[in-house]
């Protein structure tokens, strides 16, 4: 059994209708848009995997539209901040929201949340999806997933792994390979991925699951070790690294990312945006992602917005039966 049976971004329905989407409260026509710079949140530090995927779809999204897409990291509150700051913008297409699948899963884990995904934010385009990677500090000394179980069984509950962000894809791939193995991993919180590899690399922390593109090059230069990879077969940027499922059967999970705005932004305007993150991840973009180990996605708006609220019950689930939850 998978472990984490997240829809295929490929193979995602077209169930939902547009409306769920988009609110067109407002009437500003989107043939002239964008007529000034328009200003991308991400809700979390620069250096992470987020940060590197999302600053290449600003570029060339910018491209595509003939103006610039600024990227502004605002992080805090475990993305709360940033992503609260685009539900409170005006729905003009000028403030628009790039995250990970956290976005849908965080506010899961939280008491208080200012806003509500599913009704306060406009789908616009799903980017990518990422496998992750087990990163294990050097200090430890193994070279697989057997190695590190064995490490991990031998001193229960004093193995530090950092979690980018509470309720995203590493912190419940985490949780389940804690579950499948039979070990105790002591749960360390920061805030974003960009830290936590820091850390990691320093030998401050023991491990960290996080997307494969935020620890390659960490790998390859023998700063820490990958021991495994969730994706179903071995990616063409660590050939020598064994999926998990090698040693765990069906063992699989991994992160996603996509485009928002504010609710109510205008259709037309929608459309203009998602044909563009569709043209953007056609060209060089695409390449560069494949090459990190990461899977191009695309599609429709309304694929989109099926495609979230699928995820959001299944994690949800998950979140609800091991009560993860912030402090």
Request: charged letters at 15%.
């Amino acid at each position: 059994m998978k472990l984490f049976c997240y829809p295929s971004i490929q193979l995602a329905a077209v169930g939902m209708t547009l409306a769920w989407a988009v609110g067109g409260a407002w009437a500003q026509p989107a043939s002239n848009y964008p007529e000034k710079p328009v200003k991308v949140i991400i809700p979390f530090p620069p250096g992470g995997t987020l940060d590197k995927i999302g600053r290449m779809l600003a570029l060339k999204v910018g491209e595509q539209l003939g103006q610039n897409f600024v990227v502004e990291n605002r992080p805090g509150g475990n993305g709360i901040i940033g992503a609260d700051a685009v539900a409170k913008s005006n729905p003009d297409g000028y403030t628009l929201l790039f995250n990970a699948s956290t976005f849908v899963t965080a506010p899961m884990t939280m008491k208080s949340v200012p806003y509500k995904v599913q009704t306060d934010f406009t789908p616009i385009g799903l980017v990518a999806s990422a496998p992750l990677s087990i990163a294990i500090s050097n200090k430890l000394g193994v070279s697989d997933v057997k190695g590190w179980v064995a490490a991990a069984k031998a001193n229960p509950g004093k193995m530090n792994f950092a979690v980018g962000s509470i309720g995203s894809a590493g912190h419940l791939c985490t949780v389940k390979l804690e579950q499948v193995t039979g070990t105790q991993i002591a749960i360390v919180p920061y805030k974003g991925t960009g830290p936590a590899m820091t850390d990691l690399v320093g030998g401050q922390i023991e491990g960290f699951i996080d997307p494969v593109l935020g620890s390659v090059q960490f790998h390859k230069n023998g700063q820490l070790k990958v021991v495994g990879v969730t994706s179903a077969k071995r990616l063409p940027n660590l050939p020598d690294v064994a999926t998990v499922s090698e040693t765990i059967p069906d063992f699989q999970c991994a992160s996603w990312y996509g485009l928002w705005g504010p609710a109510k932004l205008p259709v037309d305007m929608v459309q203009k945006l998602n044909v563009a993150v569709n043209k953007a991840l056609s060209g060089e973009m695409r390449d560069r992602l494949i090459a990190d180990g990461i899977v191009p996605a695309g599609g429709s708006v309304a694929e989109f917005a099926k495609f979230q609220a699928d995820d959001m019950a299944i994690s949800g689930k998950i979140i609800a039966d091991k009560k993860i939850a912030v402090d």
